[in-house]
C-alpha cells in the first residue's frame, strides 16, 4: 500500500472514530440516564460538552499543527482522545462523564484540525484529491448515520460504556500506523497561536450554549439567562475585534472576503445546526415515544445510510456534471426536505415513518459532506491548508453545538426520557422539524448567492489576508 493510501487510510478511520462519538452516544442515551440518574441537560451536555470543547479549540490547534507539525499533533490528539475515552467509560456520574468528554473534544480537535491537511500534502494534485474527498466525506456521513447503530448495538449487547471502551484499541492502531506511515508536514511560514482570540471564542461559546440549554429550567427572561446569551454575544464581538486587530490571528477575518470560503462556512454550520443536530431528539423519539431497543432505533437510520455510502462515493466521477457549489446547494435543499416531513410524526407512528425523513436527508448529506470539504481546500492557498480544515471543522462543530442547545428549548424536559406528556414531546419535534428545514433551506440559499458572487475560476485568498 502506498504513503498515500496509508494516509488516506488513517484520516478516515479517525475521522470515523471522532464522528461515531458525536453520533454514537444518541442511542445510548436512555440507558445513561438510568444508569447515573441524569436530567434531559445532563444529557444534552454529553453531546455539547464534546463539540463546544472541539469547536473552541480546533482553530488553535490547526495553527499549533502548522508550526510543530501535522503528524506530530494529530498523534498527540489521538493519544488525548483514546486517554479520556477510557476516562468516560469509568464515569459513575454524569458530571464526571461530561467532563471526560469535553477532554476527548479536545483531542478530537486536534484530530480534526489536521485530517484535511494531512489529505492535501499527501493528495496534490485536483483530481486524485477529488476522490480521497469523496472517501473523507462519506466517512463523515456514514460514521454520523452508522453512530445510532453502532451505539445500539454495544449498549444492547455490552453496556453504554463499551460505546467509550471501544475507541481505546481503535486509537492505539491508528497511532501505530500514524507513527509508520504517515510522513510529517510543516508550514515555515505559519502564524503564532493567537491566545486572547482563544479565550474569547472559548468564552463565548460555552456561554451561549450553556444559556441555551438551561433557558427552560431557569426561564428564558430570568436575569442569568439574558446575562449569559448576552455575554455570549458580546464575547463573540470581542473576539471579532480581537481577530481585526491582532498581527496573527486564529481567524484572519480577511478569509471571508472570499465567497466561496464564507459560502462553504455557512454551509457547514446550515447541516450541523439542523440534521446533525436533531439526531439527539430523533432518537429520543424512537426510544422514549415508539419504544423502540437502543439496537431497533439504530437499525431505522440503516436505509438512508446505505444509500449516503452510494451518493458519497458516486460524487468524485459527478464531477464533471455536476459542480461542488450545485452538489452542495442541493445537498442542503435535500436535508431540508427531510427536515420538513418531520412534521408528519405522531405519538402513534410507525417506525416506518421515520425512513423517508431519513433517506431524503441523508441522500443530500452524501452530496454534501466531499463537496463542501472540497471547496474548502481550494478557497485558501495551499500553504493555509491547516486553517481552512480548522475553521470548517469549527463551523461544523459550533452549528451542533448550538443547534443541540437551541432545539432543546423545543422539548418538555419531563417528557424527553419516559415521563410527563408523550404528545408534549411530539410537539416540540415538529416545532424542530420546522426551524431545522427554516435553517437548511436558508443555508442554501445563503450559500448560492455567495457562489453567484465568485469568479468563474474558484479565487484564492489574497495573501494580505
Known amino acids: 500500500m502506498t504513503r498515500q493510501r496509508w494516509t488516506l487510510l488513517v484520516v478516515c478511520a479517525a475521522t ?32 455539547d460538552a464534546y463539540t463546544v470543547a472541539l469547536a473552541a479549540v480546533v482553530l488553535t490547534a490547526g495553527s499549533l499543527a502548522d508550526r510543530l507539525g501535522r503528524k506530530r499533533v494529530f498523534i498527540a490528539g489521538l493519544a488525548l482522545f483514546t486517554v479520556s475515552s477510557a476516562a468516560c467509560a469509568l464515569a459513575n456520574d454524569i458530571v464526571m462523564l461530561d467532563v471526560a468528554r469535553a477532554v476527548q473534544g479536545l483531542g478530537a480537535a486536534a484530530m480534526f484540525a489536521v485530517s484535511l491537511a494531512l489529505l492535501a500534502d499527501a493528495f496534490p494534485g485536483d483530481e486524485e484529491r477529488a476522490g480521497a474527498l469523496a472517501a473523507y466525506g462519506a466517512t463523515i456521513g456514514a460514521a454520523f ?16 460504556e463499551w460505546i467509550f471502551l471501544i475507541n481505546v484499541p481503535v486509537g492505539l492502531a491508528i497511532i501505530a500506523v500514524t507513527l509508520l506511515k504517515v510522513r510529517e508536514s ?24 450553556t444559556g441555551l440549554l438551561r433557558g427552560n429550567e431557569e426561564g428564558w427572561g430570568s436575569t442569568q439567562i439574558v446575562a449569559m446569551l448576552g455575554g455570549g454575544a458580546a464575547m463573540l464581538l470581542v473576539f471579532g475585534l480581537i481577530e481585526r486587530r491582532v498581527a496573527h490571528p486564529m481567524l484572519p477575518l480577511g478569509l471571508f472576503r472570499n465567497p466561496t470560503f464564507t459560502g462553504a462556512q455557512v454551509a457547514a454550520f446550515a447541516i450541523s445546526a439542523s440534521f446533525f443536530a436533531v439526531f439527539l431528539y430523533t432518537t429520543l423519539y424512537l426510544q422514549q415515544i415508539l419504544g423502540l431497543s437502543a439496537i431497533e432505533a439504530g437499525l431505522v437510520y ?70 463542501v470539504s472540497a471547496l474548502a481546500l481550494r478557497a485558501v492557498p495551499m500553504r493555509d491548508a491547516g486553517l481552512a480544515a480548522g475553521v470548517n471543522d469549527t463551523f461544523r462543530q459550533a452549528g451542533i453545538a448550538v443547534g443541540v442547545a437551541g432545539l432543546g428549548a423545543l422539548f418538555p424536559a419531563g417528557s424527553a426520557l419516559g415521563g410527563g406528556d408523550p404528545q408534549g414531546f411530539v410537539d416540540g419535534l415538529h416545532e424542530a422539524s420546522i426551524v431545522c428545514a427554516v435553517i437548511a433551506v436558508s443555508g442554501a440559499v445563503i450559500f448560492a448567492a455567495l457562489m453567484a458572487r465568485r469568479a468563474p475560476a474558484l479565487e484564492a485568498v489574497p495573501e494580505a489576508a
Open 186 to 209: 510543516v508550514d515555515p511560514l505559519a502564524r503564532p497561536v493567537d491566545w486572547a482570540g482563544q479565550a474569547a471564542l472559548g468564552v463565548a461559546l460555552l456561554l451561549i450554549v
Open 302 to 371: 440503516l436505509p438512508g445510510t446505505i444509500i449516503m455510502f452510494i451518493v458519497s462515493g458516486a460524487t468524485a466521477s459527478l464531477g464533471d456534471r455536476l459542480s461542488h457549489p450545485a452538489m452542495v446547494t442541493i445537498g442542503l435543499l435535500l436535508v431540508g426536505a427531510g427536515m420538513a416531513m418531520g412534521v408528519l410524526l405522531q405519538v402513534d407512528s410507525a417506525w416506518t415513518m421515520m425512513l423517508p425523513i431519513t433517506v431524503v436527508a441523508l441522500i443530500g448529506t452524501g452530496l454534501f459532506n466531499p463537496a
Open 145 to 160: 448515520a452508522f453512530g445510532p447503530l453502532v451505539g445500539g448495538a454495544l449498549t444492547t449487547g455490552l453496556g453504554w
Open 16 to 47: 470515523a472514530m471522532l464522528m461515531l462519538d458525536i453520533a454514537v452516544v444518541n442511542t445510548a442515551l436512555s440507558a445513561i440516564a438510568d444508569d447515573l440518574d441524569a436530567g434531559l441537560t445532563g444529557l444534552q451536555w454529553v453531546v
